[in-house]
Nanobody, 120 residues
Framework: QVQLAESGGALVQPGGSLRLSCSAS????????VSWYRRAPGKEREWVAT???????NYADSAKGRFTISRANTKNTVYLQIDNLKLEDTAVYLC??????????????WGQGTQVTVSS
């Protein structure tokens, strides 16, 4: 079974930066895509960015310019760099992974989320 762990969320001041991490663990699996979403207080979950297994990236219009999705050399860890943080970036940030498991076939797994709070 593939499991995800997000980390890196924090309380930061406007204009600051954060790097969130999403790490997948398990056995006999391959990753096709990793995506970041966020859920702000009182709002629906919003897609932020996606990176594919060959490192192609795609961003929501609201994320272009300040958000950067990338993957570590280990390939099972994906980062979301957020620069020039704004109050409206306050949200729980979640990642999901689509891939294939040798044991169970195609899968889609969500992490528990990491809290980002932007406040002065």
């Amino acid at each position: 079974q593939v499991q995800l762990a997000e980390s890196g969320g924090a309380l930061v001041q406007p204009g600051g930066s954060l790097r969130l991490s999403c790490s997948a663990s398990g056995s006999m699996f391959s990753i096709n895509t990793v995506s970041w979403y966020r859920r702000a207080p009182g709002k629906e979950r919003e897609w932020v960015a996606t990176i594919t297994k060959d490192s192609r990236t795609n961003y929501a219009d609201s994320a272009k310019g300040r958000f950067t999705i990338s993957r570590a050399n280990t390939k099972n860890t994906v980062y979301l760099q957020i620069d020039n943080l704004k109050l409206e970036d306050t949200a729980v940030y979640l990642c999901n992974v689509q891939g294939y498991s040798g044991a169970s076939g195609p899968f889609l797994v969500w992490g528990q989320g990491t809290q980002v709070t932007v406040s002065s």
